[in-house]
Structures are given as structure tokens and as C-alpha cells.
């Protein structure tokens, strides 16, 4: 008799070696419905896990139409992981149970989830004396440790990089009326009150006297900017990578991705924003094909429905300045969509067929990414 189904703590998050066991025992205890494979190895060497959900006994997952899930591209957005972990574990608690959704779902589809995409730079989140960058820990575009500036850093050791406040003058921020502990900015021609500069928590090194920059990252690379659509280089698009794929992780994805035509539909959990993304990033709707708009609509509002969070365009209401398009997850996975389905050469599978062939000309809907 297999093991019981694994139940998830929602009230941590979980470090690699634990989600690595959790992982192993989902699959042991539902050999029927759950395989773990691992997809590629990150930067520092960890297997990137991804979980197959689907029933063996109805046909083999690369014969079933699939949707790609995964979660904690960026490193710090550890609760990308959780929700990945809770639709695993609804969906093997519901087959469990006999849930005719799930039964259904699973006799006739495929979930391929990976809840964490980026292992290497959740662990930096998760470590004892914890950081957050953005993505990756690989150094990038420098591998020289900073010679002088003020390096951000957790100096007495309470696992928390905070902001300190310097008593000046000529500072910009002052404390706000409400709430003391809180900084607000001092209003333009303001004169004789307290003020204070503010700068984070860190180690500072080669101090002139005079002035105090805050040296950036040194692993300044951003995974959900180096995928293969839309890519741009360092001085247009921070983060990107020298070439689109270089990094282990976003290959591992690419490439699974690219060899698993059956793929129809992806989603990328991020945190931060509280919103669904739909693409385009780079495209105005107007320029979208329609038929594809309207299906982004329609889901993203279905979306939008169950969660509460708004649904909105990259390219009309997310880009972080006016000048800017981007390139992510997102995007590929829509443009990779949109190659899938202009080279038919299979028919569709009916959405009720288990077991079937040709789901090749299904095409990428894709929502979330930032
Ligand atoms: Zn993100």
C-alpha cells in the first residue's frame, strides 16, 4: 500500500532539501497520477523539479493536451511556489477522493507543474542570513566583488535588512506626523524641521567622507528577461542575460517546453502586483490578433473573477515606464504559441478524448508574469 498523500504547511515556506522530500512523497504516495522528474539543474547544481499530473492508465502525458504551471522565477516570491504546492495538492487530494472534476481532468489532461523555477535564489530568500535579489545568484554583468560603496547587507544578524535614518539638515525625508516610525518626504522649499537621509542597512567600504552610494546586486541578472522573444540587451532591459537562454533555468524551461508540443496553455505565478498579466508586453491590443485577444479577455476575466485581482495588459497598464516593452515568460510563451499553431500538421484533440494524439495546433494562452 502506497504512503498517505503528503499534507503542505501553508504557514512556512519550504527550503530545498524539504520541498525536494515533499515533492518525492506526493509521488510516492500517487504513482498512478503523480511523477516527478527534473528538467535541468540550476546554476548552483539543484534539480529543477517538475511534477507530472495525469493518469497513466488513460495514455501517456505527451499524448494528452497540457498546461504549464510554474511559480518562483524571482527569487524572493516564495508564495509563487505555495500556490503551485496548493493546486498539486488539490488536484492529488481530489483524485484521491474521487472528485469527478479532477477525474475527469486527469484522465483526459496534463498538469506539468514546477514550483520552483528558480531553487538557487529562493535558498538565498530562505538562508539563515537571508538576501533578496531578484533571480538568479549568479554574478552578472560583474563577477569583481565592490570595491567601495555601501553594500547592502543584514549587519546585526537579525535576518531583516532594514532602512537607517541619519540625522541631516540638508536631508530629503522627515518623519511622518501620524507615525514616527514611518519616513515621509520633506515637500520642496520646506526649511527648519528635522530631517534625515535614509540609506538600507549595510557594510560600508572606502568611504570618502562626502558621499555614500548603494552598490546594486552583484547577481543583477533577471531571469523573466532572458527568454527567447522580445529579448534585449543589458542597457535596454536590466537583467537580461547575454544571450536569451544563457541561464540554466530559463533553458531547462525552454527546452522542455519547446520539446512538448502538447503544451496548450501556460500560467507563471509571481507575487508583488495583486493582478493577472496577459500579454502583449511589447504590443499595443490593437495590434493583437483578435480572436487571440479575445480569448485572453475571457480567461484573464475568469481569472479576475476568482481571485479578486483586476486582469490587465503588460503593454497598457504594467509597464514600469511608458518607453519600455518587455520580454518575459509571458510573452515567449505566447509567441512560442502563436509558432506552434502556424505549423499544423496534426488535428486537434477533442477536448473529452483521453488518451488522443495531435494537440499541436492548440495555442499558448499565457497570463501572469513580472
Ligand atoms: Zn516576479
Not at 518525492?24 to 504516495?29: G, K, N, V
Not at 532591459?237 to 496553455?265: C, L, W
Amino acid at each position: 500500500m502506497p504512503p498517505p498523500i503528503p499534507v503542505p504547511r501553508f504557514d512556512q515556506f519550504y527550503r530545498y532539501p524539504e520541498l525536494t522530500r515533499l515533492l518525492q512523497d506526493y509521488a510516492a504516495a500517487l504513482p498512478a497520477v503523480l511523477e516527478l522528474r527534473s528538467i535541468g539543474k540550476s546554476h548552483e547544481g539543484r534539480d529543477i523539479w517538475l511534477m507530472v499530473v495525469t493518469n497513466s492508465a488513460t495514455g501517456a502525458d505527451v499524448d494528452k493536451p497540457a498546461f504549464w504551471v510554474d511559480g518562483n522565477i524571482h527569487a524572493a516570491e516564495l508564495t509563487a511556489s505555495t500556490a503551485c504546492l496548493y493546486w498539486l495538492h488539490h488536484v492529488a487530494t481530489g483524485w484521491d477522493e474521487g472528485d469527478e472534476q479532477v477525474r475527469q481532468l486527469l484522465d483526459t489532461r496534463v498538469l506539468y507543474i514546477v514550483p520552483r523555477l528558480n531553487p538557487d535564489g529562493a535558498e538565498l530568500a530562505l538562508a539563515d542570513k537571508p538576501r533578496h535579489i531578484r533571480s538568479s545568484t549568479r554574478p552578472y554583468p560583474f563577477d569583481e566583488v565592490p570595491v567601495e560603496g555601501l553594500t547592502v547587507e543584514d549587519i546585526d544578524g537579525d535576518g531583516r535588512m532594514l532602512t537607517m535614518r541619519i540625522p541631516d539638515p540638508h536631508g530629503t525625508y522627515k518623519k511622518c506626523a501620524a507615525d514616527p516610525r514611518l519616513m515621509v518626504a520633506r515637500e520642496p522649499g520646506e526649511f527648519g524641521g528635522e530631517y534625515y537621509r535614509v540609506m538600507p542597512e549595510g557594510m560600508l567600504k572606502n568611504y570618502d567622507g562626502l558621499k555614500i552610494s548603494t552598490n546594486p546586486d552583484r547577481e543583477g541578472l533577471d531571469l523573466n528577461r532572458n527568454f527567447p522573444a522580445y529579448w534585449r540587451q543589458e542597457f535596454e532591459q536590466s537583467g537580461a542575460g547575454p544571450y536569451p537562454t544563457s541561464e540554466p533555468e530559463v533553458r531547462a524551461m525552454v527546452d522542455f517546453v519547446t520539446k512538448h508540443r502538447n503544451i496548450g496553455a501556460a500560467i507563471s505565478y509571481h507575487t508583488h502586483s495583486g493582478v493577472i498579466l496577459r500579454p502583449m508586453g511589447t504590443q499595443s491590443d490593437d495590434d493583437m490578433t483578435p480572436e487571440d485577444l479575445w480569448q485572453y479577455k475571457r480567461f484573464s476575466d475568469l481569472g479576475a473573477k476568482s481571485t479578486g485581482y483586476p486582469a490587465i495588459s503588460i503593454f497598457h497598464e504594467f509597464k514600469y515606464h511608458p518607453k519600455q516593452g518587455t520580454g518575459s515568460t509571458n510573452t515567449w510563451a505566447r509567441c512560442s504559441g502563436r509558432s506552434r499553431s502556424g505549423r499544423r500538421t496534426r488535428k486537434p484533440a477533442s477536448p473529452t478524448t483521453s488518451g488522443s494524439s495531435g494537440t499541436a495546433s492548440t495555442r499558448w494562452k499565457t497570463t501572469s508574469s513580472c
